[in-house]
């Protein structure tokens, strides 16, 4: 199993401005991935980041809004960018070892005001 | 797009008793997960079922894989307020997880 650390566990921020959300992986995995979880819904993927190259979005999820950096084997940020209310969420980290079975970091939990 | 279907979607229950949650797609997965996700943290897997017909046990739980692989039930014995969380099914294809909705249960003392 694989130990993620997620930072901040929550903020509250105005609408209008950024976020970045940090996850430290406690070993190198190739794979990383950041999904949304909006209330009462399921986990939406938002992006696979991996190192060396741009994340691929997922449809309906664009480079400007949500900005991934993915610098090492162990990192990656996610920005959420110009945050509106409805970007209120819990953004997830997740790495994959194995086969598909996912490790997940504790979450962010994001209102936007 | 492949779906997850999850039912229910809430179950409220007295601590002892048993209980089932379904998911049901109509595509097929090389793969199916069960997570379990608590207030304030992330999902965490519970069992990964592979092969249709399959049935794998985890103390009280017990996870059930359909023939077809379209499918998957978790069946809960004599339910404690520790088993209270969200828990979600997620199929597998090549590196994608498609996660259900999940199923919110509450176990009250």
């Known amino acids: 199993s694989a130990v993620i650390s997620q930072k901040p566990s929550r903020d509250i921020c105005q609408r209008g401005t950024s976020l970045t959300i940090q996850c430290q992986v406690d070993?190198?995995?190739?794979?990383m991935f950041w999904y949304r979880q909006q209330p009462g819904q399921s986990l939406t993927l938002i992006a696979t980041?991996?190192?060396?190259?741009?994340?691929?979005?997922e449809s309906g999820f664009v480079i400007d809004k949500f900005p991934i950096s993915r610098p090492n084997l162990t990192f990656s940020t996610l920005t959420v960018s110009n945050m509106s209310p409805e970007d209120s969420s819990i953004y997830l980290c997740?790495?994959?070892?194995?086969?598909?079975?996912?490790?997940f970091g504790q979450g962010t939990r994001l209102t936007v005001v | 797009t492949q779906l997850l279907e999850q039912s229910p979607q809430f179950l409220s229950i007295q601590e002892g008793e048993n209980l089932t949650v379904y998911c049901n797609s109509s595509?097929?997965?090389?793969?199916l997960q069960w997570y379990r996700q608590e207030p304030g943290e992330g999902p965490v897997l519970l069992v990964t079922?592979?092969?249709?017909?399959e049935v794998k046990k985890l103390k009280r739980l017990t996870f059930q894989f359909g023939d077809a692989r379209k499918d998957s039930s978790l069946h809960i014995t004599a339910a404690q307020p520790g088993d209270t969380g969200l828990y979600l099914c997620?199929?597998?294809?090549?590196?994608?997880?498609?996660f259900g909705k999940g199923t919110k249960l509450s176990v009250i003392p």
């Open positions: 997740s790495v994959s070892q194995g086969r598909t079975e996912a490790f």
């Open positions: 997620a199929g597998a294809e090549v590196y994608q997880l498609t």
């Open positions: 595509s097929v997965f090389s793969s």
């Open positions: 079922v592979v092969t249709g017909g």
């Open positions: 070993s190198q995995v190739t794979m």
């Open positions: 980041a991996n190192q060396g190259s741009e994340a691929t979005y």
